[in-house]
Protein backbone atom coordinates (compact mmCIF):
# COMPACT_ATOMS: atom_id res chain seq x y z
CA UNK A 1 0.00 0.00 0.00
CA UNK A 2 1.20 3.23 -0.87
CA UNK A 3 0.30 6.46 1.33
CA UNK A 4 0.47 10.10 0.35
CA UNK A 5 -0.75 13.24 0.85
CA UNK A 6 -3.27 14.69 -1.26
CA UNK A 7 -2.29 18.37 -2.42
CA UNK A 8 -4.96 19.27 -5.39
CA UNK A 9 -7.27 17.59 -7.13
CA UNK A 10 -9.31 18.37 -10.45
CA UNK A 11 -12.21 16.71 -11.49
CA UNK A 12 -13.07 15.29 -14.90
CA UNK A 13 -15.42 12.84 -17.17
CA UNK A 14 -14.26 10.95 -19.93
CA UNK A 15 -15.40 10.84 -23.54
CA UNK A 16 -17.41 8.18 -22.11
CA UNK A 17 -18.90 9.84 -19.63
CA UNK A 18 -17.70 8.06 -16.69
CA UNK A 19 -16.13 10.83 -13.97
CA UNK A 20 -12.60 10.69 -12.98
CA UNK A 21 -10.05 13.63 -11.13
CA UNK A 22 -6.39 13.69 -11.45
CA UNK A 23 -4.59 14.00 -7.84
CA UNK A 24 -1.12 15.47 -6.94
CA UNK A 25 0.06 13.30 -4.01
CA UNK A 26 3.30 13.71 -2.17
CA UNK A 27 5.06 11.74 0.40
CA UNK A 28 8.15 12.17 2.51
CA UNK A 29 9.96 10.77 -0.61
CA UNK A 30 8.22 11.92 -3.96
CA UNK A 31 5.73 13.19 -5.47
CA UNK A 32 3.12 11.56 -8.02
CA UNK A 33 0.30 12.57 -10.30
CA UNK A 34 -2.68 9.76 -10.24
CA UNK A 35 -5.84 9.62 -12.63
CA UNK A 36 -8.12 8.14 -10.92
CA UNK A 37 -11.15 6.10 -12.55
CA UNK A 38 -14.75 5.92 -12.15
CA UNK A 39 -13.81 8.24 -9.29
CA UNK A 40 -17.22 11.08 -8.69
CA UNK A 41 -16.78 14.60 -7.40
CA UNK A 42 -17.42 13.55 -4.21
CA UNK A 43 -15.85 10.69 -3.66
CA UNK A 44 -12.33 10.26 -2.75
CA UNK A 45 -9.78 12.91 -0.66
CA UNK A 46 -9.80 16.58 -1.03
CA UNK A 47 -6.71 18.64 -1.15
CA UNK A 48 -5.26 18.59 2.69
CA UNK A 49 -6.46 14.36 3.04
CA UNK A 50 -4.08 11.45 3.19
CA UNK A 51 -5.00 9.12 0.79
CA UNK A 52 -4.08 5.58 0.23
CA UNK A 53 -3.64 3.26 -3.07
CA UNK A 54 -3.38 -0.45 -2.94
CA UNK A 55 -2.44 -0.13 -6.76
CA UNK A 56 -1.08 2.23 -9.10
CA UNK A 57 -0.15 1.51 -12.79
CA UNK A 58 2.37 3.09 -14.86
CA UNK A 59 2.25 3.16 -18.54
CA UNK A 60 4.78 5.60 -19.90
CA UNK A 61 5.19 7.64 -17.15
CA UNK A 62 1.35 8.01 -16.61
CA UNK A 63 -0.08 6.87 -13.27
CA UNK A 64 -3.37 5.76 -13.07
CA UNK A 65 -5.83 3.70 -10.69
CA UNK A 66 -9.20 2.67 -9.89
CA UNK A 67 -11.33 4.37 -7.39
CA UNK A 68 -11.73 1.10 -5.82
CA UNK A 69 -8.22 0.33 -5.35
CA UNK A 70 -7.64 4.16 -3.48
CA UNK A 71 -9.16 4.74 0.22
CA UNK A 72 -9.13 8.24 2.07
CA UNK A 73 -7.83 8.76 5.35
CA UNK A 74 -8.17 11.83 7.80
CA UNK A 75 -7.09 14.69 6.92
CA UNK A 76 -3.59 16.13 8.29
CA UNK A 77 -3.23 19.28 10.76
CA UNK A 78 -0.29 21.15 12.20
CA UNK A 79 2.09 18.09 13.67
CA UNK A 80 1.48 15.34 11.17
CA UNK A 81 4.72 14.91 8.74
CA UNK A 82 2.80 15.41 5.62
CA UNK A 83 1.69 18.81 6.40
CA UNK A 84 4.72 21.08 5.80
CA UNK A 85 4.16 19.23 2.03
CA UNK A 86 0.78 21.08 1.70
CA UNK A 87 1.41 24.16 -0.63
CA UNK A 88 -0.01 27.21 1.39
CA UNK A 89 -0.20 31.14 -0.05
CA UNK A 90 2.78 33.44 0.91
CA UNK A 91 2.16 35.69 3.60
CA UNK A 92 0.88 38.79 3.60
CA UNK A 93 4.43 40.59 4.88
CA UNK A 94 6.09 38.61 1.98
CA UNK A 95 3.94 39.90 -0.61
CA UNK A 96 3.66 43.45 0.77
CA UNK A 97 7.71 43.44 1.14
CA UNK A 98 8.06 42.91 -2.77
CA UNK A 99 5.09 45.50 -3.44
CA UNK A 100 7.34 48.25 -1.57
CA UNK A 101 10.24 47.61 -2.75
CA UNK A 102 9.07 47.37 -6.45
CA UNK A 103 7.71 50.81 -5.99
CA UNK A 104 11.27 52.43 -5.45
CA UNK A 105 11.81 51.53 -8.50
CA UNK A 106 8.62 53.37 -9.95
CA UNK A 107 8.30 56.74 -10.48
CA UNK A 108 4.92 57.58 -11.93
CA UNK A 109 2.66 58.79 -9.13
CA UNK A 110 -0.52 57.71 -10.16
CA UNK A 111 0.78 54.90 -11.46
CA UNK A 112 1.91 54.34 -7.85
CA UNK A 113 -0.87 54.96 -6.23
CA UNK A 114 -2.73 52.45 -7.64
CA UNK A 115 -0.18 49.62 -6.89
CA UNK A 116 -0.56 50.42 -3.38
CA UNK A 117 -4.26 50.25 -3.56
CA UNK A 118 -4.21 47.14 -5.33
CA UNK A 119 -1.29 45.73 -3.50
CA UNK A 120 -3.02 45.74 -0.34
CA UNK A 121 -6.72 44.69 -2.68
CA UNK A 122 -5.46 41.76 -4.26
CA UNK A 123 -3.68 39.68 -1.66
CA UNK A 124 -7.39 38.36 -0.07
CA UNK A 125 -8.93 37.16 -3.17
CA UNK A 126 -5.64 35.91 -4.75
CA UNK A 127 -4.99 33.49 -1.88
CA UNK A 128 -7.78 32.05 -1.96
CA UNK A 129 -7.79 30.93 -5.85
CA UNK A 130 -5.73 28.72 -7.60
CA UNK A 131 -4.00 29.78 -10.70
CA UNK A 132 -5.14 26.75 -12.78
CA UNK A 133 -6.90 23.73 -12.55
CA UNK A 134 -3.86 21.32 -13.28
CA UNK A 135 -0.97 22.75 -15.25
CA UNK A 136 0.92 24.60 -12.18
CA UNK A 137 -0.05 26.40 -8.79
CA UNK A 138 -3.30 24.08 -9.07
CA UNK A 139 -4.22 24.60 -4.74
CA UNK A 140 -5.77 27.66 -3.05
CA UNK A 141 -3.39 30.21 -3.19
CA UNK A 142 -1.85 29.20 -6.20
CA UNK A 143 -2.76 32.21 -7.44
CA UNK A 144 -1.36 34.10 -4.74
CA UNK A 145 1.95 32.42 -4.86
CA UNK A 146 2.37 31.92 -8.84
CA UNK A 147 2.12 36.31 -8.86
CA UNK A 148 4.44 36.90 -5.76
CA UNK A 149 6.78 34.81 -7.01
CA UNK A 150 6.92 36.94 -10.57
CA UNK A 151 6.85 40.60 -8.57
CA UNK A 152 9.91 38.63 -6.37
CA UNK A 153 11.67 38.05 -9.47
CA UNK A 154 10.97 41.44 -11.12
CA UNK A 155 12.31 42.60 -8.07
CA UNK A 156 16.14 41.06 -8.76
CA UNK A 157 15.89 41.21 -12.54
CA UNK A 158 15.18 45.29 -12.56
CA UNK A 159 18.68 46.48 -10.99
CA UNK A 160 20.69 44.04 -13.29
CA UNK A 161 19.03 45.01 -16.46
CA UNK A 162 21.73 47.16 -18.83
CA UNK A 163 18.82 49.28 -19.63
CA UNK A 164 16.13 51.28 -18.64
CA UNK A 165 12.61 49.88 -18.45
CA UNK A 166 9.18 51.30 -16.86
CA UNK A 167 8.55 49.64 -13.62
CA UNK A 168 5.32 50.50 -13.30
CA UNK A 169 4.42 48.49 -16.67
CA UNK A 170 5.95 45.42 -15.19
CA UNK A 171 4.22 45.54 -11.70
CA UNK A 172 1.05 46.66 -12.93
CA UNK A 173 0.61 44.04 -15.72
CA UNK A 174 1.97 41.05 -13.63
CA UNK A 175 -0.07 41.85 -10.51
CA UNK A 176 -3.79 42.19 -13.03
CA UNK A 177 -2.50 39.44 -15.70
CA UNK A 178 -4.24 36.20 -14.15
CA UNK A 179 -6.74 38.62 -12.29
CA UNK A 180 -9.30 37.02 -14.68
CA UNK A 181 -8.89 33.55 -13.44
CA UNK A 182 -10.99 34.67 -10.62
CA UNK A 183 -13.55 34.70 -12.92
CA UNK A 184 -12.56 31.57 -14.77
CA UNK A 185 -11.77 29.30 -11.67
CA UNK A 186 -13.81 28.43 -8.65
CA UNK A 187 -11.80 27.41 -5.50
CA UNK A 188 -11.41 24.17 -5.80
CA UNK A 189 -10.07 24.07 -9.20
CA UNK A 190 -13.62 23.93 -11.32
CA UNK A 191 -14.23 25.84 -14.21
CA UNK A 192 -16.88 28.80 -14.31
CA UNK A 193 -18.65 29.74 -17.87
CA UNK A 194 -16.67 32.74 -17.84
CA UNK A 195 -13.82 30.82 -19.05
CA UNK A 196 -15.32 29.44 -22.03
CA UNK A 197 -17.25 33.01 -22.87
CA UNK A 198 -14.44 35.26 -21.77
CA UNK A 199 -11.46 33.63 -20.44
CA UNK A 200 -8.85 35.26 -18.16
CA UNK A 201 -6.42 37.25 -20.68
CA UNK A 202 -9.58 39.21 -22.04
CA UNK A 203 -11.05 39.78 -18.20
CA UNK A 204 -7.61 40.80 -16.43
CA UNK A 205 -6.58 43.13 -19.54
CA UNK A 206 -10.44 44.75 -19.35
CA UNK A 207 -10.10 44.76 -15.47
CA UNK A 208 -6.80 46.67 -15.66
CA UNK A 209 -7.94 49.13 -18.07
CA UNK A 210 -11.19 49.91 -16.46
CA UNK A 211 -8.87 50.50 -12.80
CA UNK A 212 -6.67 52.82 -15.44
CA UNK A 213 -8.99 54.99 -17.24
CA UNK A 214 -10.94 55.60 -14.05
CA UNK A 215 -7.57 57.13 -12.84
CA UNK A 216 -5.94 59.31 -15.70
CA UNK A 217 -9.91 60.52 -16.58
CA UNK A 218 -9.70 64.56 -16.36
CA UNK A 219 -13.53 64.43 -15.96
CA UNK A 220 -14.59 61.93 -14.28
CA UNK A 221 -16.56 58.90 -16.31
CA UNK A 222 -15.39 60.52 -19.63
CA UNK A 223 -12.66 58.15 -20.85
CA UNK A 224 -12.11 60.91 -24.05
CA UNK A 225 -10.90 63.25 -21.25
CA UNK A 226 -8.09 61.47 -20.65
CA UNK A 227 -4.78 63.36 -21.88
CA UNK A 228 -3.06 61.68 -24.86
CA UNK A 229 -0.13 60.58 -23.20
CA UNK A 230 -1.77 59.15 -20.07
CA UNK A 231 -4.00 57.06 -22.92
CA UNK A 232 -0.58 55.84 -24.90
CA UNK A 233 1.00 54.85 -21.10
CA UNK A 234 -2.81 52.73 -20.55
CA UNK A 235 -2.41 50.94 -24.06
CA UNK A 236 1.21 49.84 -23.43
CA UNK A 237 0.97 48.74 -19.74
CA UNK A 238 -2.36 46.31 -21.14
CA UNK A 239 -0.12 45.43 -24.36
CA UNK A 240 1.62 44.07 -21.28
CA UNK A 241 -1.15 41.81 -20.12
CA UNK A 242 -2.83 41.08 -23.72
CA UNK A 243 0.54 39.50 -24.37
CA UNK A 244 1.65 37.75 -21.71
CA UNK A 245 1.09 33.82 -22.69
CA UNK A 246 3.64 34.81 -25.44
CA UNK A 247 2.05 33.52 -28.22
CA UNK A 248 -0.97 33.54 -30.39
CA UNK A 249 -0.84 29.59 -30.37
CA UNK A 250 -1.26 30.06 -26.72
CA UNK A 251 -4.09 32.19 -26.27
CA UNK A 252 -2.32 35.96 -25.92
CA UNK A 253 -3.99 37.96 -29.02
CA UNK A 254 -0.81 39.53 -29.76
CA UNK A 255 2.61 39.28 -29.23
CA UNK A 256 5.10 40.71 -26.83
CA UNK A 257 6.49 43.84 -29.05
CA UNK A 258 7.96 46.09 -25.87
CA UNK A 259 11.03 44.91 -23.26
CA UNK A 260 8.27 45.33 -20.40
CA UNK A 261 5.74 42.92 -22.09
CA UNK A 262 8.69 40.43 -23.32
CA UNK A 263 10.15 40.60 -19.25
CA UNK A 264 6.23 39.99 -17.96
CA UNK A 265 5.86 36.94 -20.71
CA UNK A 266 9.23 35.19 -19.53
CA UNK A 267 8.78 35.75 -15.70
CA UNK A 268 5.42 34.33 -15.98
CA UNK A 269 6.55 31.31 -17.81
CA UNK A 270 9.39 30.88 -15.99
CA UNK A 271 7.48 30.83 -12.59
CA UNK A 272 4.24 28.25 -14.53
CA UNK A 273 7.35 25.85 -16.14
CA UNK A 274 9.66 25.79 -13.01
CA UNK A 275 6.32 24.96 -10.55
CA UNK A 276 5.08 21.94 -12.94
CA UNK A 277 7.98 20.32 -12.83
CA UNK A 278 7.91 21.50 -8.79
CA UNK A 279 4.51 19.25 -8.96
CA UNK A 280 5.97 16.68 -11.11
CA UNK A 281 7.21 13.14 -10.05
CA UNK A 282 10.12 11.48 -11.22
CA UNK A 283 9.98 10.18 -14.63
CA UNK A 284 6.67 11.87 -14.95
CA UNK A 285 5.20 13.10 -18.35
CA UNK A 286 4.84 16.54 -18.21
CA UNK A 287 2.29 18.17 -20.88
CA UNK A 288 3.74 21.22 -20.11
CA UNK A 289 7.10 20.99 -20.94
CA UNK A 290 6.56 18.30 -23.60
CA UNK A 291 8.82 15.79 -21.85
CA UNK A 292 9.41 13.24 -18.59
CA UNK A 293 10.93 15.05 -15.54
CA UNK A 294 13.64 13.66 -14.07
CA UNK A 295 14.78 14.30 -10.52
Not at 84 to 97: F, G, Q, S, T, V
Not at 202 to 208: E, K, Q
Not at 254 to 261: D, G, H, N, R, Y
Amino acid sequence: MLEYLCTSRANGVTKNGSPYCNLKCANLDEVVNVAVWDCAPDTGPVPGQVVRFHAIQDRDGKKSANVRDMTTGPEVTEGHPYYRLMPHPIKREDWNASIRQLITFCTNPRLIKIIEEFGSKLYDPYSKYPAASGMHHAFQGGLLNHTYQMLHMLEGLIPVLPYPIKAERCVLAIMFHDYGKLKEYNRDGSTQEDMYLLGHIYISAHTLQNVLEKEFEEVPGDAKSIKPENAEEIKRIIHCVLAHHGEREYGSPVVPCMQEAVIVTYLDNLSAKAENINETGNMEQSYCLGTHIVK
